[in-house]
Each structure stands twice: as structure tokens, then as C-alpha cells.
Nanobody
């Protein structure tokens, strides 16, 4: 069975930092495209950051310069370092993986992704 389990969410004040983790099991991981998404109730799911099999990254304009996605292939963990957090970053954050063995283009569209975690809540207060 394939699992993606997020952790690291919480409540912080504006300007603070959090690091999200996503532990994967049951998938190849090393060459797969991976991504972080977020969704606030009543809003569409938004692609935040993505990384491909060569560790090439891509970010939404709203988080460029503040968030950093990284991967540890040996541990099968995906990370999202979030700095200078803003109240508008408040959302449920999900990690996701593309079911493609060798994926060489980072993707921010959720339709590209096949496996999803359950999410971790991030709340940023002003």
C-alpha cells in the first residue's frame, strides 16, 4: 500500500517559520515528481511547490523566496521549509506524488498527481 503522511503543521505568528515533512512508503520516491499543495475551506486547491526527479524545483508566485521544497531520497521524506509566514498562508497542506517512475518536470497542477496525504494544518495569526 502507498502512504504519504504529513507532519509539522501548527500555529505560528506572522513572520514565523515552520517545516513540514511528508514521509512516503510503498512508492519508489527517488525519481518521482513530488509536490506540496494547500487548500483553505471554500477555496480551490493551490499548488505551492514541486520538485522533480532531478530535484529541479518550481514554486507558486505567492511563496517564491519564502518557501523551499527539498527531498531526502534515502529517507523517502519530502520537506517544505516555510519562512516569513503570512496569515494568507493559513490552510491545510498536502503532499502528493506522481505515479511516474522517472519524472523530470516539476508540476504545480494537482491533476498531475496520483497519491495524496491526509494533510497537516498550518495557521498563521496576524
Amino acid at each position: 500500500q502507498r502512504y504519504l503522511v504529513e507532519s509539522g503543521g501548527g500555529s505560528v505568528e506572522a513572520g514565523g517559520s515552520l517545516r513540514l515533512s511528508c514521509k512516503a512508503s510503498g512508492i519508489t520516491f527517488v525519481w518521482q515528481c513530488l509536490g506540496w499543495f494547500r487548500q483553505d475551506p471554500g477555496k480551490e486547491r493551490e499548488g505551492v511547490a514541486a520538485v522533480d526527479g532531478n530535484s529541479i524545483t518550481r514554486y507558486a508566485d505567492s511563496v517564491k523566496g519564502r518557501f523551499a521544497i527539498s527531498r531526502d531520497n534515502a529517507k523517502k521524506i519530502l520537506y517544505l521549509q516555510m519562512n516569513s509566514l503570512k496569515p494568507e498562508d493559513t490552510a491545510m497542506y498536502y503532499c502528493a506524488a506522481v505515479n511516474l517512475y522517472r519524472c523530470l518536470s516539476p508540476r504545480l497542477s494537482d491533476v498531475s498527481y496520483d497519491f495524496w496525504g491526509q494533510g497537516t494544518q498550518v495557521t498563521v495569526s496576524s
